[in-house]
């Protein structure tokens, strides 16, 4: 679950209020003007010096040359190989393509994991937009515990959070037993676990927080007088929320939906514990089997290549629509940290 | 045009009863008192100003106006109607705010639209209504443009057309200046009060700036840890200070400790022993007639430009109109400490017996500027000598 | 006034309460599940046994992963300092042709899904021919734990970078017209500045790479981690056992955002 740590890091918010708790990815306020601060003159007299430079730019530099570069552009190369008789070979072939996008398993695959991720995402948004709101705008103490008590089930290991849905829905579990002690069932419900449902409803609970998370720190840090200001120009509440907090607030839900929406496509071991049968049809799942049952690494790569380039794409729209939608005041998401200019 | 039908009247109409009225306002925030039982009447078309310190309770009366915030006690009333229960958006006021809270996702126009959309006014009538209002502040032009494409002034004036494209009744200004330099700040001064009397708006102003609050205002409350401290026109505030607060607060002032100690020699005055043993006859307050007790602690206030500074052995110095009136002079002698020059006039600091000093406005242009080191003779026309409350 | 009941902001609050059910109520299920009185996990609850604890305490094989699981975790948190402190000054700092690539490259394992770069860095260690059990007993293996470095490094880049962007320069110029060397500079001036953010970045990379599954699970060798021991226990079905370690997990992982909130508020 490495996809977890942006928003791990916002900050919590200060109790005193104020603009303060603008978080954004990484979790440090940020002013805009400071994102693309240029370099001072003190720094171009170091950068002059030039074995400071080197030396501080080396390990970094060459750490992600080798262990992320030549790695994701070895597992595009791979993508290219044929595989012969189980032994890869350096052949390059689109073979492994052609057979993605021929067989009608893979891109079925692909649109069911969509499926699951989209319907995630919409219940998570639905979950934490009022929340956020509420810490937001209606908790006047304690703030950063109820903030924190958000975020402290991201630190909760992964697999427990997945596995406790298994205790809730299985056929001695909890849910059943509720139903069958108030008799509203006669006898235990099968359809509970191993389902796209429970698929579904263990992701939302394992990706709500990192969607409340943007969407918090956006709210937090629309001024409370541009809220004023339009009740004081004859909005009431329903229309400040559609006319001010809504827009104002749209990088934050873009940032969270594209946080739930990648995280739970690329999950493959909630939908294999909870998912029975269908798991197989999540496009993270034919990646595993790939590379550790089918031992087809080429054709796992091509997934895996599909898989990347349909993440990028899905960045680089929200990135895009981030950016349209900031306005300077408004504390930016998680995404535009990672789309937008340096 | 039922609204500038509505406008026009409204002076008129309400001329005997108050636009606004506040009757014992308190607000607690906690254990905190932020506004301790203000009443205040506020008359219609008048240019009303909350001065004070931060953590004065101005901001705070001003919120409970718009409806941003709930008293915790008393009445706000608005011609006449209790609207304490109303939300903002259903109070006949509008707010320039302290940073504008102009919203960044909208152009101009769409900021100064906002609220008649919101009331729903005719698509063709906002049209107009927002052109003329933007005219009105000279952003004809700057439409289009979204408010972080412009300067800090401009920005205050597109909050200030928002606020009045909704022909308030009253409009509540929160330091809407606060933001801006000085050259621009003085000049939007008189801006806004050519606006104000152009208009005919009724205008609640919120500042720490005195000097904002003198050049502006029909009528000043300067309030105090959630009190008001002085109600009245600037000249009141600024001659006839009820307290040392005031005095203090509202221009440059010399405060003397004194101890009341008779009448004075003419009507209106009376007479007080300083420290240091000097017995002055200083003006008293028409409305403090509770200070002339013998023995009252109080303090006196004098103005730095009501003094006039002579050197000791020229008993004539330059004759101050003061001189001929019948109160006569305060005289205090002392040495002065420091000249200090500033452009038009000299700060002459004059240490006076008894620990006290002095800082006396002296005209370089009229007489030689004294010596530091040197005795000299501060002196004051009586009248301009006050006795203020502690 | 307006502390009558307003529909609105109830409905508001209720709904609030009700995600926050959601979010904590499963939790609640394994923790009380945890001290659950029978062997098979069932409705209903039978509160009031410690023994699966004994048993987890008896379980060498999960201790073996714990062991190898907080191994793994410290080697991950000195790689991921060790290159992403200096990475987030290069990216403060230095101009240099391809400086916006490296960000982005940097910053690609946060976003992606971490399947991608487990199967890329199982091609890579594959490709170079570096075995899986490489270092092992030492060490959980080289790959596994270059592997955490190389996807926690962007935890530790955000986070400095972020506090070094608001970093006041002006403390360093200070310095340096002070008579202070650059290297004292750093020491005294610049690294107590980002020290909260360092110490931060430390802890997230710690609990991170404790509960890594996605890259560690086509890494890993010979020795399983907590997760992966977990997970295969797990995948041979239900035991109330899980239960118990999971406690300890969440125990565990309440007390390091305790530490981590402390750590955060000092910042200021």
């Not at chain 1, 052949?91 to 991720?117: D, H, K, M, Q």
């Not at chain 2, 009252?296 to 003061?322: K, L, Q, Y």
């Not at chain 3, 060397?181 to 005294?188: A, D, L, Q, V, Y």
């Amino acid at each position: 679950m490495s996809g977890v740590a942006p928003a791990l890091g916002a900050p919590p918010p200060s109790d005193a209020g104020g603009a303060g708790g603008a978080g954004g990815a990484g979790g440090e306020p940020r002013d805009p003007a400071h994102r693309a601060r240029p370099a001072t003159r003190l720094d171009r007299l170091r950068a002059r010096r030039g074995w400071r430079t080197l030396l501080g730019s080396v390990v970094p530099v060459s750490w992600a040359v080798t262990l992320l570069l030549v790695p994701y552009v070895l597992l595009l190369a791979q993508s290219f190989w044929r595989l012969r008789d189980g032994v890869i070979t350096h052949e390059l072939t689109t073979e492994n393509y052609r057979r993605l996008f021929g067989t009608p398993l893979y891109p079925a695959t692909i649109l069911y994991s969509a499926g699951v991720a989209l319907r995630v995402t919409v219940i998570s948004l639905a979950l934490s937009y009022p929340l956020a709101y509420v810490l937001a705008f209606k908790v006047r103490r304690h703030r950063t515990l109820m903030y924190m008590a958000v975020i402290i089930p991201l630190w909760v290991s992964y697999l427990v959070r997945a596995y406790a849905w298994k205790i809730i829905l299985g056929q001695d579990g909890i849910l059943n037993g509720l139903l069958l002690s108030v008799g509203l069932i006669r006898a235990p419900l099968t359809v509970l676990l191993y389902s796209t449902a429970a698929v579904v409803v263990a992701l939302t609970h394992i990706y709500t927080p990192f969607t409340l998370m943007p969407i918090y720190a956006v709210l937090d840090a629309i001024p409370v007088s541009l809220r004023e200001a339009s009740q004081d120009l004859y909005a009431g509440r329903w229309r400040t929320w559609l006319h001010v907090t809504l827009p104002l607030s749209l990088p934050g839900v873009v940032a969270g939906c594209t946080f739930a929406f990648v995280l739970s496509m690329g999950d493959f071991l909630a939908p294999q514990l909870l998912g029975g049968n269908d798991s197989a049809l999540m496009v993270s799942n034919l990646v595993w089997s790939l590379f550790g049952v089918a031992f087809n690494w080429p054709l796992g790569a091509a997934v895996s290549v599909v898989m990347l380039a349909l993440t990028l794409a899905l960045l680089a729209v929200a990135g895009a629509v981030e950016a349209r939608g900031r306005y300077g005041q408004v504390a930016t998401g998680a995404v535009a940290e990672y789309a937008g200019p340096i | 045009m039922t609204d500038d039908a509505d406008r026009s009247a409204g002076p008129l109409a309400g001329h005997d009863r108050p636009i606004v009225e506040l009757r014992g306002l308190t607000k607690r925030f906690g254990a905190v008192v932020a506004l301790d039982a203000i009443s205040l009447a506020v008359r219609a078309g008048e240019f009303l100003t909350l001065l004070g310190a931060s953590g004065s309770g101005k901001t705070t009366t001003l919120r409970l106006i718009a409806g941003f915030d709930v008293a915790t006690a008393g009445q706000i009333l608005m011609d006449g109607v209790d609207v304490a229960a109303l939300p903002p958006f259903k109070r006949p006021v509008n707010t320039v705010f302290q940073q504008y809270a102009l919203f960044p996702h909208m152009s101009v126009r769409d900021n100064v639209a906002y609220g008649l959309r919101m009331r729903r006014v005719r698509a063709a009538d906002v049209t107009t209504r927002v052109a003329d209002a933007l005219d009105l502040v000279q952003l004809g032009a700057l439409g289009d443009r979204a408010p972080r494409q412009l300067s800090g002034g401009q920005q205050q004036r597109v909050a200030l057309a928002r606020a009045i494209v909704n022909r308030p009744r009253v409009l509540l200004l929160d330091e809407p200046l606060g933001a801006l330099d000085l050259k621009l700040r003085r000049a939007m001064q008189l801006e806004l009060k050519r606006l104000q009397t152009q208009l005919g708006i009724t205008f609640i102003y919120v500042t720490h700036d005195q000097e904002e609050a003198l050049t502006m205002s029909d009528r000043i409350a300067l309030m105090r840890n959630g009190r008001i401290e002085q109600l009245g026109s600037p000249t009141d505030l600024y001659d006839r200070p009820r307290s040392r607060y005031v005095a203090d607060f509202i221009g440059e002032t010399n405060l003397l400790r004194a101890v009341v100690a008779g009448t004075g020699a003419a009507p209106g005055l009376i007479r007080v022993e300083v420290a240091g043993g000097a017995t002055l006859d200083v003006a008293m307050p028409h409305d403090a007639a509770w200070l002339a007790r013998a023995g009252t602690e109080t303090w006196v206030s004098i103005r730095p430009e009501a003094m006039t500074v002579c050197a000791d052995g020229h008993p004539t110095g330059t004759p101050t109109p003061g001189g001929a009136r019948p109160g006569g002079q305060v005289v205090l002698a002392g040495t002065v400490t420091a000249a200090v020059y500033a452009g038009s006039i000299v700060k002459v600091h004059v240490a006076l017996a008894g620990d006290a000093s002095v800082v006396a406005h002296h005209t370089p242009a009229t007489a030689p500027t004294p010596a530091p080191g040197s005795a000299v003779r501060v002196m004051a026309s009586a009248d301009r000598a006050m006795l203020v409350g502690a | 006034m307006r502390a009558r009941f307003d529909p609105l902001t109830a409905a508001l609050w209720t709904a609030a309460a009700a995600v926050f059910c959601f979010i904590y109520a499963p939790l609640a299920v394994v923790v009380l599940y945890s001290v659950h009185d029978a062997a098979i996990i069932a409705w209903p609850l039978r509160l009031g046994t410690l023994r699966w604890y004994g048993v987890l305490a008896h379980d060498r094989a999960m201790i073996d992963a714990a062991v190898a699981s907080l191994k793994l975790a410290v080697l991950a948190v000195v790689i991921a300092l060790g290159v992403g402190v200096p990475g987030a000054f290069v990216l403060d700092r230095f101009d240099f042709p391809g400086k916006a690539a490296f960000r982005r490259l940097v910053l690609l394992p946060l976003i992606l899904p971490g399947i991608i770069t487990g199967v890329s860095l199982l091609s890579f260690f594959s490709f170079v021919g570096l075995s899986l059990s490489s270092g092992f007993p030492l060490i959980p293996g080289w790959p596994v734990v270059l592997g955490h470095g190389a996807a926690l490094t962007s935890v530790v880049v955000t986070q400095v970078f972020a506090r070094l962007q608001r970093f006041d320069r002006a403390l360093e110029e200070a310095s340096a017209d002070l008579y202070a060397n650059e290297w004292r500079t750093f020491w005294r001036v610049t690294l107590p500045g980002i020290r909260p953010a360092v110490l931060g970045a430390a802890l997230l990379v710690f609990t991170l790479s404790l509960d890594e599954i996605a890259v560690t699970f086509f890494l890993i060798g010979r020795q399983n981690t907590l997760p992966l021991q977990i997970w295969g226990l797990l995948r041979r079905g239900i035991t109330p056992e899980v239960n118990a370690v999971a406690t300890v997990i969440f125990a565990l992982s309440l007390l390091t955002i305790v530490l981590w909130s402390r750590m955060m508020r000092d910042e200021i």
